[in-house]
Structure formats: C-alpha cells, structure tokens
C-alpha cells in the first residue's frame, strides 16, 4: 500500500507516487514484479542506496538515467549474486579471480573484459568492451538478485550531483516521484560507494577510492582521471561522425531521430528513452556500414535528451594521437 510517511522514522512526507516498503519478502516480490517490467527499484546495499534496474534491458537502464537526469551515459556497475554469475558476464584474470574471491561478497568492484554474447545492454557499458562487476553482501540486494534472476545495474539511487543516500529518506528527496518503489533496509554500513579495480590488461588500477584497501605494490593509481565519460573524444566510432543533420550527404550513413527517419531510427515518434536505450547499438551498427561517415539528426529536449547530446558531442570530437586507455 501506499503510506504517506518513510519506515525509517524521520517524518518525511512521500510523494503519492513513490512507494516505501520496508525490507522483507513481500517488499523483495513487489521489486522484483517491477525489475522484470522494466522499472528502476532503490535498494539498499552495503555501501549507499543503489538505483536498480535490468541490465539486460537498454530501456530499462534508459530509466535509470531518467530518473537520476544523469548529465552523461557514463559505465554503471553491474551487480550479481556470485562470483559464477560474474564470471558469465565478464572475463577474470588470476589477479581479478583472487581479489574477487577475496572480497567478494563486498564493497569491491572490478572492471573486466566483457564476454560476447553475455546479454548485458549496451548502455549499461556505455559502449565500451569492459563491463564493472560486483557482488554486494546486503541481504536485502542479494535477495532482489535470486527473486528476478537478472544482473542488475545499479548506480547511487539520488539525482545526478547530489549526495550518496545511505537511507531510505535521502533517495526520497532526490528522487520522490521519479521511481515507482523504495525498499528501505535502513542506514546503510559502509556508507560510502565500493572500491573499483580496474584488471583490463597490464598493471592493475585502482579507479576509485571506498571501504576495500588494496595493499598490493601492483596496483598503481592513475595520475589523473581515467574513469570512463571523461575524455572529450570517447566512445567515439572509427568513421567521422557529423552533428544535428536533417539529411544525409553523401557517403553518410544517417541516424535518424524523430521526423528524421535516417537509413536507421533512434526513435521514430521523437522518444528520449527509446533513443538513448539504442544509441550506442545504432552508433555501432552504423560503423560497421559500408559507407565511410556517419551523419545523426537532432536530438530535441532537456533531461536524458540533453544526456544524448552530450555522449554524441564526446563522439564527434576529434581524437588525440595518443589516446589514455579507454578501458577505465
């Protein structure tokens, strides 16, 4: 049911359309129905509130961009139940493998080679051939995960830019009538997001900082920032891409987007969602055409149509000659 005040006893008022539960099965049956139709569900875990959602799923993840008004389509982290259902999804190698075993279930997570065909969408990655893995010990998570049986993305569950919530209430005032569920678990332990390793090849990177301590002379810290979404020309494709076009010149493969129908359609009625669910997949597709440039119509809108216009304008921009690593 509906109730116009939080579980966890501070006196905020809900949204009439934002539904607290506190954690128990029924809670966990009622968020695994809306994960399986594609809704976002906050969810406590050891480290902060997690915004989750199918990561099997382009328009499911395009929700958790909606609801956060996420400002760039960067990497989100996958979660899954064990280290088996890691290893499905992404490629281990021993050093990976150890710390994996080693602090998994916990606040660790760990960037990877993707495995072909491992199901996870497109946007989850943000395009890029590594997927960021971990296992979380909330019970309440790690139950989620068993009851819809899918990995699940799940970046901090407040709207883009705010603090980290680590209770039920903190996701209520960021994200009060933008989710249709919050399953309160109480504060959260730790407090603080999980520690990222990057094990993409060579030395082992420590990406960012959290409650796992890494004492191990391999790992180097980057200098400066390497997290994925940061480089102006990133998830750029191989051919020219060419900004806002209303028609393709020639030697353009067109992206369409709403009245622009284009050799292939982000969305054909104009929909943000259905075009940020398919951006990358379609940036794909399009590189792998014969034709050597690339041509995308506009993209209209604030909210998640402002974060498409953002990803498209670090894909346009030039390259430099030597470019950091894009794996992290």
């Known amino acids: 049911m509906r109730l116009g005040f939080s579980y966890s006893g501070e006196g905020m008022a809900l949204p009439p359309d934002t539904r607290v539960m506190p954690f128990?099965?029924?809670?966990?049956?009622?968020a695994s129905r809306l994960i399986l139709a594609g809704q976002p569900v906050a969810m406590p875990t050891e480290t902060?509130?997690?915004?989750?959602?199918?990561?099997?799923?382009?328009?499911?993840?395009?929700?958790?961009?909606?609801?956060?008004?996420?400002?760039?389509?960067?990497?989100?982290?996958v979660h899954v139940?064990?280290?088996?259902?890691?290893?499905?999804?992404?490629?281990?190698?021993?050093?990976?493998?150890?710390?994996?075993?080693?602090?998994?279930?916990?606040?660790?997570?760990?960037?990877?080679?993707?495995?072909?065909?491992?199901?996870?969408?497109?946007?989850?990655t943000a395009g890029l051939a590594t997927v960021a893995l971990r296992v979380p010990a909330h019970p309440a998570m790690q139950a989620l995960l068993k009851a819809c049986a899918r990995p699940l993305a799940a970046p901090s569950a407040n709207a883009s830019g705010l603090i980290s919530p680590t209770r039920a209430s903190h996701v209520l005032a960021s994200l009060g009538g933008r989710i249709p569920l919050v399953v309160d678990?109480?504060?959260?332990?730790?407090?603080?997001?999980?520690?990222?390793?990057?094990?993409?090849?060579?030395?082992?990177?420590?990406?960012?900082?959290?409650?796992?301590?890494?004492?191990?002379?391999?790992?180097?810290q980057p200098a400066g920032i390497e997290a994925p979404g940061q480089l102006a020309s990133h998830y750029a494709p191989s051919k020219p891409l060419r900004l806002d076009a209303t028609e393709a010149r020639d030697g353009e493969t067109?992206?369409?987007?709403?009245?622009?129908?284009?050799?292939?359609?982000?969305?054909?009625?104009?929909?943000?969602?259905?075009?940020?669910?398919?951006?990358?997949?379609?940036?794909?597709?399009?590189?792998?055409?014969?034709?050597?440039?690339?041509?995308?119509?506009?993209?209209?809108?604030?909210?998640?149509?402002?974060?498409?216009?953002?990803?498209?304008?670090?894909?346009?921009?030039?390259?430099?000659?030597?470019?950091?690593?894009?794996?992290?």
Do not use: C
């Open 24 to 30: 128990d099965a029924e809670a966990i049956a009622e």
């Open 48 to 77: 902060v509130y997690g915004l989750a959602a199918d990561a099997t799923s382009a328009v499911a993840v395009a929700h958790i961009y909606t609801a956060k008004g996420r400002p760039s389509f960067n990497p989100l982290i």
């Open 81 to 124: 139940p064990d280290f088996g259902a890691a290893e499905r999804i992404g490629n281990f190698d021993e050093r990976a493998r150890a710390l994996a075993i080693e602090h998994w279930p916990g606040p660790l997570t760990l960037v990877v080679p993707l495995r072909d065909g491992a199901g996870i969408a497109s946007l989850v």
């Open 185 to 220: 678990g109480g504060a959260t332990q730790r407090g603080i997001e999980s520690t990222i390793v990057a094990a993409t090849g060579g030395p082992l990177r420590l990406l960012r900082r959290g409650p796992i301590e890494i004492n191990d002379l391999a790992i180097e």
């Open 254 to 328: 067109l992206i369409g987007y709403g009245p622009v129908a284009g050799d292939l359609s982000l969305s054909g009625t104009g929909d943000p969602v259905e075009a940020a669910a398919k951006l990358f997949d379609l940036l794909h597709r399009a590189d792998a055409m014969p034709k050597p440039k690339i041509a995308i119509a506009p993209i209209l809108g604030n909210g998640i149509a402002a974060a498409i216009r953002d990803r498209l304008k670090r894909a346009a921009a030039p390259r430099p000659s030597t470019a950091p690593d894009s794996s992290s």
